[in-house]
């Protein structure tokens, strides 16, 4: 029986592993298989990798490293994750709910992203990282070059919001519709601010300048905005 995800489909997954310890202080280590997976266009027979979880009084703790293999579709997701995708991740859901996120990296035919987070001294959340978006002849013809990007979030308190940044610029951009590449030319650059919280999105400033284009944006977005 398919299992289904947001946007996506995974028809079958297996977990196998040792765990143990008490119901307080539990340990698993072991390995995931997921076979069929599907999303916008894109499928991959099977995404697969050593998986460890460690629950203790400061929260939950997982380390995975994933690869894809048979990645196979057409569009932009395509062009990104190629054949075989690779994945590994090493965060902490902490006692108070918050998400850490330790160390991530993810490559594929066209896609390269890394970052890294921590934990400052009074217990605020921080992450930084950067992502190269290439392989966009695949999605569509005409497309070109690559985009690269560097983002940061940032959460004090625990009720806090997230400040999230994200700076982007193309390089030799090309996205094979002749008006929008007029308008973007070769190297246009993007500058995000925004908080988020609750399921809102309070967007600061959102700038791109290409060009022949300059557009900016700001308000809230969300259930109630």
């Known amino acids: 029986e398919a299992i289904r995800m947001s946007g996506g489909v995974c028809a079958a997954a297996r977990l196998s592993g040792v765990l143990t310890g008490t119901p307080e202080e539990l340990t698993f280590d072991g390995d995931v298989v997921a076979n069929a997976l599907a999303a916008g266009g894109y499928s991959l027979g099977a995404l697969a990798g050593p998986v460890s979880l460690e629950r203790n009084r400061r929260g939950i703790a997982i380390e995975a490293d994933l690869r894809g293999s048979g990645g196979a579709g057409e569009g932009y997701l395509n062009a990104m994750l190629g054949p075989q995708p690779r994945v590994s991740l090493e965060a902490e859901r902490l006692s108070d709910g918050r998400l850490l996120v330790r160390e991530l990296n993810a490559t594929g035919a066209g896609l390269a992203v890394e970052a890294r987070g921590g ?87 959102a700038r791109l300048n290409g060009r022949a284009l300059e557009a900016q944006a700001a308000g809230v977005y969300g259930p109630d905005g």
């Open 119 to 205: 934990r400052g001294l009074l217990g605020g959340l921080n992450a930084r990282g950067t992502a190269r978006l290439s392989n966009l002849a695949a999605a569509r013809a005409g497309a070109a070059g690559q985009v690269n990007l560097t983002w940061s979030a940032e959460r004090g308190r625990r009720e806090g919001p997230w400040s999230l940044r994200l700076e982007g610029r193309g390089a030799e951009l090309g996205t094979g519709y002749a008006q929008l590449d007029r308008l973007l030319g070769p190297a246009p650059q993007l500058r995000v601010e925004a908080d988020y919280a609750g399921g809102r999105l309070a967007l600061q400033e």
